[in-house]
């Protein structure tokens, strides 16, 4: 009987998606603040006339045309621009997905131009976390044990991996959701576990494909200023791209991408730098 009394006290406290669960907020009472171009810190990630062409037959388009980008360690981003813009070739070249036809990316002050490719790899494992418009979460885990997987892949032990999890997760606000597979999580949960899996191996710098464009405009705004608070603790450097002007309520600065090129970079003003 005392099972079925547990099973009815969870219900009589609204179940396991109950209110009492959803009311934990890791921006509760935490100040984010932009950082207005004064960054010290060091470069974190280089792009220099960087040039991308695609061959399709006879023709070729340019997907990129000399972009030129510098963040140090603690900027958060913007890459804004339309569809076709060149945003998701840009982080693919920055994340040593793809190869640039010109011009260079140098991460941490190595250039990937002059990696091999076990280099790159250990760069895109290490150094670089993702985030994606579709979250691409493993559906048959729990959201604790996708976080851990890239740790798990990294070789991280067991006990470390664990703690290394459930302290991002709870950074994340999900610390009481996180025995639930991606299925009973909302959107903006699933995101948020993969910004925790993002960063668990440590890494200096995470790349974001449109992270809220499945999501909601209410529930996209917290995943930015998540972000922002993730930025705050974790002392990385975030780089969002994005055709949704809501990135302008959190980046530092936002780069507009038109044609495969930096076409204007927007900074913020003294005034708004306070986040509410
Ligand atoms: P965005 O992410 O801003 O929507 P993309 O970087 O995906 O833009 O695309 C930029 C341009 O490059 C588009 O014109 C697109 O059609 C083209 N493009 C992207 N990937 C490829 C590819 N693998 N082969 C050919 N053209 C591509
Ligand atoms: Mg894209």
Excluded: W
């Excluded at 339309?82 to 920055?94: F, H, M, V």
């Amino acid at each position: 009987m005392a099972f079925l009394g547990g099973i009815l006290g969870r219900i009589r406290r609204g179940g396991r998606h109950g209110a009492a669960d959803a009311a934990i907020d890791p921006l509760l009472n935490t100040t984010l603040v932009r950082r207005l171009g004064q960054n010290e810190g060091e470069v974190v990630l280089a792009c220099e006339d960087v040039e991308r062409e695609y061959e399709i037959g006879a023709e070729r388009i340019r997907a990129l045309s000399g972009v030129d980008l510098e963040l140090r360690r603690g900027d958060l981003v913007g890459l804004m621009g339309r569809s076709g813009s060149g945003k998701t070739t840009l982080l693919n070249i920055i994340g040593g997905l793809d190869r640039p036809t010109r011009g260079e990316v140098t991460i941490e002050g190595r250039r990937i131009g002059a990696m091999s490719d076990d280099e790159v790899t250990a760069l895109r494992r290490y150094r670089i976390g993702y985030i994606f418009q579709s979250f691409a979460l493993l559906p048959v885990l729990s959201a604790l044990e996708n976080v851990e997987l890239p740790m798990h892949i990294a070789g991280v032990g067991g006990s470390e991996r664990r703690r290394r999890a459930e302290q991002l997760l709870t950074l994340v606000g999900l610390g009481r959701r996180m025995h639930h597979r991606p299925f009973e999580l909302s959107g903006g949960e699933q995101q948020r576990t993969a910004i925790a899996r993002a960063l668990a191996n440590r890494p200096s710098l995470i790349l974001a494909d449109e992270p809220i464009a499945e999501l909601d405009s209410v529930t996209g705004l917290q995943i930015l200023k998540l972000l922002m608070r993730v930025r705050d603790v974790e002392n990385v450097t975030v780089v969002i791209a994005t055709h949704d002007p809501t990135i302008h309520e959190v980046s530092d600065r936002t780069y507009h991408i038109a044609d495969g090129r930096v076409a204007r970079v927007e900074t913020y003003e003294e005034d708004q730098a306070t986040v509410a």
